[in-house]
């Protein structure tokens, strides 16, 4: 197989409210980009009406796209374009038909959807991807959702660097700024803001720890939650050995009231927990009797960390140390 868990050559797309806006020009730009992911649709009262444009076909039900026995044999992985209060019950039908792995793009998703989303697809052995996320990409298979844009090759190149984060936007400008200094991409995934995360950085690692293609792994951490210190406690287990750099956002934060959100719904620290401090020197403990975790002081020193951690580049660098900003307002005396 190529690619990872979530997202490989065998990778088989049901989208829920395909012919909404959103939806639909991510699925138009993905098929001109990486054709056959996206099977098939599904928009309820849009079934069997003819979408030149989208060039897959469209149903009522996921039931119904089912009972076609080319899809029933090929698809296994949803993807959730629907308003919030439509995501639970999008969830339930791709569950109810044997879906094992979804990604659920819609933001704002109701917290006790969430809770019980989350509780469903534990018991269930689903994996969820979201709320918020903005997709997987893996270079040398295609994407699912938008992540990278119209033109994903202007940040990722294949390699052999993971990257994870809760932002959609910063793992495609991270997997960029770590293309720039010769690290490329075996897997890109934004994993999604919400205040319930159905899949954790600390879920992620042990398949990477088993995939012999990955070689090091980039996490973009943030106040709020404990997804960080789960992450910590499982390299201390044991549980992932390989270089991981990590940023922790938000140091800032700790000077405003409790109960505060900055960016993301989950990046909120209440009661003295999820501060970024308490993080950051919690992994960098860790780092010190590992000698596997490099912890980021600042964002851009990412890239030093999987220097000083021995990764081994994928490519030429392509850097400069010439940085000449793309427009001047001041002229030189």
Excluded: W
Excluded at 153 to 174: C, H, M, P, Q, Y
């Amino acid at each position: 197989m190529k690619g990872t868990k979530y997202l490989n050559d065998e990778t088989g797309v049901i989208v829920i409210g395909i012919t909404g806006r959103e939806a639909s020009q991510v699925v138009i730009e993905s098929e001109k980009l990486y054709p056959g992911i996206v099977k098939c649709g599904v928009t309820p009262g849009k079934g069997g009406i003819p979408n030149d444009a989208l060039k897959v076909p469209v149903f009522d039900t996921v039931k119904e796209a089912l009972t076609v026995p080319e899809f029933k044999k090929t698809v296994n992985t949803g993807l959730i374009y629907v308003p919030p209060t439509s995501v639970l019950d999008a969830v339930m039908e791709l569950i109810n038909h044997g879906i094992k792995l979804m990604y659920i793009i819609t933001e704002h998703v109701p917290i006790r959807d969430s809770i019980i989303i989350y509780e469903i697809a534990k018991s269930k052995g689903v994996t969820v991807i979201g709320g918020t996320s903005l997709g997987c990409f893996v270079p040398s298979v295609g994407r699912i959702g938008a992540i990278g844009g119209k033109d994903p090759s202007i940040a990722f190149k294949e390699g052999s660097v993971v990257v994870l984060s809760k932002s959609g936007g910063l793992t495609v400008t991270t997997s960029e700024m770590i293309k720039r200094r010769g690290y490329g991409i075996y897997m890109a995934l934004a994993l999604g803001g919400d205040i319930i995360s159905c899949t954790t950085f600390a879920d992620v690692l042990p398949e990477l720890e088993k995939d012999t293609n990955v070689n090091a792994c980039v996490i973009l951490g943030e106040p709020g939650g404990t997804y960080e210190e789960q992450v910590a406690e499982l390299i201390l287990k044991g549980g992932y050995t390989k270089p991981l750099a990590i940023f922790v956002s938000g140091v800032f934060q700790e000077n405003m009231p409790d109960g505060v959100a900055f960016g993301h719904a989950g990046a909120i620290v209440e009661r003295g927990m999820g501060k970024a401090t308490d993080k950051i020197n919690f992994l960098e403990e860790v780092g010190k009797k590992t000698g596997t975790v490099k912890v980021a002081r600042f964002y851009h020193d990412l890239v030093n960390c999987l220097i000083s951690l021995g990764v081994k580049k994928d490519f030429e660098d392509t850097s400069s140390d010439n940085v000449k900003p793309l427009y001047s307002t001041l002229k030189a005396s």
